[in-house]
Every structure is written in C-alpha cells, then in structure tokens.
C-alpha cells in the first residue's frame, strides 16, 4: 500500500505560479513512477507530468515549458512547479503513484492522492 498526500493548491491569477507537492509513504520501494494528473469539470482526468525513478520526466505537449515536475527521494516527496497559469489550467490536480505488482509478466498497480483544488482566475 501506497498513501499519498497533496498540498500546494489554491487560488492565482492568471499569469502567476503555484507548487504542488505530494508526499507519499508505505511501501514507496515499490513506486515505479510518480505523477500528476488533473481533471476539470466535466472532463476526463489527464495526464499533466510523470517522473521515474531515474528522474526520466514526461509531460503533456500543451505543458511543456510552463510545468516541471521534480522529485525528493530523501523526502519522498515528488513536486509540480506552475509556472505562467491560465485559466484553462484550472482543475483538480491529483498525484499519482504507479506501483510493480508483478514481474513476470509485468504488472501495475496506481494509487491517487485525495487531489487539490487549482483555481487561476482571468
């Protein structure tokens, strides 16, 4: 088990920045990867940044340059830096963790944070 805890939300105007962290704990030796997704109203939850543990990142084509995604493994705490937000980036932000469940053949359990609320106003 995997319990992870997102902070960092809230309200920002357009054009500012927010940093979201996610801190998870259990059995962390057995995350893969580490991420962040968002949905908003409506919509379906979408892949905003991952980060492996060899600090391989991977992000969506429309967030790329304005988000980074960086990870503690001392702390164990992966982080997503916003940078330039729109109002469009407005969402519910969860943090995700991708755990091995097994090797042969290779299997993935996801665990999600409870998700916080990023607001940007026009």
């Known amino acids: 088990q995997v319990q992870l805890v997102e902070s960092g939300g809230g309200l920002v105007q357009a054009g500012g920045s927010l940093r979201l962290s996610c801190a998870a704990s259990?059995?962390?030796?057995?995350?893969?990867?580490m991420g962040w997704y968002r949905q908003a109203p409506g919509k379906q939850r979408d892949l905003v940044a991952v980060?492996?543990?060899?600090?391989?990142?991977n992000y969506a084509d429309s967030l790329k340059g304005r988000f980074t995604i960086s990870r503690d493994n001392a702390e164990n705490t992966v982080y997503l830096q916003m940078n330039s937000l729109k109002p469009e980036d407005t969402a519910v932000y969860y943090c995700?963790?991708?755990?091995?469940?097994?090797?042969?053949?290779?299997?993935?359990?996801?665990?999600w944070g409870q998700g916080t609320q990023v607001t940007v106003s026009s």
């Open positions: 259990g059995n962390i030796f057995s995350i893969y990867t």
């Open positions: 980060i492996t543990r060899g600090d391989s990142t």
């Open positions: 995700n963790a991708r755990v091995i469940v097994a090797t042969t053949p290779l299997r993935f359990s996801d665990y």
